[in-house]
């Protein structure tokens, strides 16, 4: 990567939009297709649409016997049941990491980038299908809330805060790297998910700890979550030669990875953010799945999510695909 205007440095408000009709088969759906990682021992089994509590009203000729209330009936000594309307809609809060941690790519794009194009193709997914879309977009310094509506404006108004976000980062900016940042977007996402929203987290996890593991934890006891580990390739299978050159475009680091001691920090450090990472899904049922940023987004994404079903019956042969990281 040699210029700042390359494509897979930054991001712009036009490459976003363009990414409307990558993420058709992209399924964020509660029913998720039986090949999809969401589905199946890879994942909790996601909920349907939520039911709101009307009343309680007396039993009638051709009411569902299973709506009845067991305790109201016993106490007025005639049969009444619950009644609930189907929520019309459900809301998806995209979690965006936009932080120095993440401006890092060794071969097709930044984290950044591949961050900002899953969240982008999530958002168009959900406004598809007439699902409410919110997100936090986080970075360093500063985050941004945008509240879930059903609109293209408010996909809009989300994708051009990750764009602004995206294009602030950069060495030599006066940005400090800030970990704690992943639980302040935490918290906020906490407390706009109160129950039966789905929660899509796109982070390195850079700053991940106990607290980390509480918030998600009590996010997935009542809407469910995801997690996407945005990873590059380099973090973890570092070159053999004595050093090597990291550039935003702008600047230029040079890195002397070939000492030992230097390579095995880095590995070391690596290993125990992924491996904390991936613990989610034994400890609270939460999918991890990891998002490649040497890879392109869209594909990974129909991936690991898993595509929509094939109409009039086609498809039937597609397999599911082991998620590794590489």
Do not use: C
């Not at 712009?12 to 969401?38: M, N, T, W």
């Not at 764009?163 to 800030?178: M, P, T």
């Not at 977007?185 to 982070?203: G, K, M, N, Q």
């Not at 613990?279 to 040497?294: H, I, K, R």
């Amino acid at each position: 990567m040699t210029s700042a205007s390359s494509p897979g440095v930054y991001v712009s408000l036009d490459d976003l939009i363009a990414l409307e009709y990558r993420g058709r088969k992209v399924s964020f759906l509660p029913r998720q297709p039986v090949h999809s990682l969401l589905s199946g021992r890879f994942a909790s089994r996601m909920r349907g649409r939520g039911l709101n509590f009307e009343e309680i009203r007396d039993y009638r000729a051709g009411d569902d016997v299973r709506s009845i209330d067991w305790k109201v009936t016993a106490r007025l000594q005639k049969p009444h049941i619950r009644v609930f309307n189907e929520e019309r809609d459900r809301q998806t809060i995209l979690v965006v990491d936009q932080r120095l941690s993440m401006f890092f790519g060794s071969r097709l794009a930044m984290k950044s980038v591949t961050a900002a194009q899953a969240a982008s193709i999530g958002a168009w997914r959900v406004l598809g299908v007439g699902d409410r879309v919110g997100a936090i977009i986080f970075g360093d310094r500063d985050l941004v809330e945008v509240s879930a509506r059903r609109s293209r404006a408010t996909v809009l108004q989300m994708l051009s805060a990750i764009v602004a976000q995206n294009q602030a980062l950069g060495v030599g900016r006066g940005l400090v790297s800030a970990p704690a940042m992943l639980n302040t977007a935490l918290e906020h996402a906490l407390r706009r998910a109160l129950h039966d929203a789905v929660v899509v987290i796109i982070s390195d996890f850079d700053g991940a700890d106990d607290a980390t593991r509480k918030m998600i934890g009590a996010m997935a006891q009542h809407n469910d979550v995801v997690a996407l580990l945005v990873h590059d390739p380099l973090q973890s299978d570092l070159p053999p030669s004595a050093s090597m050159t990291v550039t935003d475009g702008e600047l230029q680091i040079r890195l002397e990875v070939g000492r030992d001691s230097v390579r095995k920090n880095i590995s070391q450090a690596t290993e125990e953010r992924l491996k904390g990472v991936f613990a989610l899904t034994q400890e609270l049922g939460v999918p991890v799945l990891p998002l490649s940023a040497a890879e392109e987004t869209a594909a990974q994404l129909r991936r690991l999510l898993g595509a929509m079903p094939a109409r009039h019956g086609r498809g039937g042969g597609h397999r599911g695909a082991e998620a590794t990281l590489g």
